[in-house]
């Protein structure tokens, strides 16, 4: 069983950073892989970023590439996703999923869930 509590979200300009973080319970945490998946009102859950056990791989949609970084330390069993030159568009419900070992881009394919945070990028 993995626990999962998000943190980090909050109301910030376009253009400004976040960084959220994904806190997790379990010895074995450094088992999973991570992902962090976003929804919006009225959308679809879609998957943001994703991280591998090792964190050797790791997976972004195309709508964040080169502005949001994802890491792990397995030490502090907690993953990160670092949000940069963020956008109105952005603007969701944030949650982290894990699923033992490999990551997937596909929401159905994660076990654990966490509650959620919400990010909120004003123009």
């Known amino acids: 069983q993995v626990q999962l509590v998000e943190s980090g979200g909050g109301l910030v300009q376009a253009g400004g950073s976040l960084r959220l973080s994904c806190a997790a319970s379990?010895?074995?945490?450094?088992?999973?892989?991570v992902g962090w998946f976003r929804q919006a009102p009225g959308k679809e859950r879609e998957v943001v970023a994703a991280i591998s056990w090792s964190g050797s791989s790791t997976y972004y949609a195309d709508s964040v590439k080169g502005r949001f970084t994802i890491s792990r330390d397995n030490a502090k069993n907690t993953v990160y996703l670092g949000m940069n030159s963020l956008k109105p568009e952005d603007t969701a419900v944030y949650y982290c999923?894990?699923?033992?070992?490999?990551?997937?881009?596909?929401?159905?394919?994660?076990?654990?869930w966490g509650q959620g945070t919400q990010v909120t990028v004003s123009s």
């Open positions: 379990g010895r074995t945490f450094g088992t999973y892989a």
């Open positions: 999923a894990a699923r033992l070992v490999q990551w997937s881009s596909s929401a159905y394919e994660y076990a654990y």
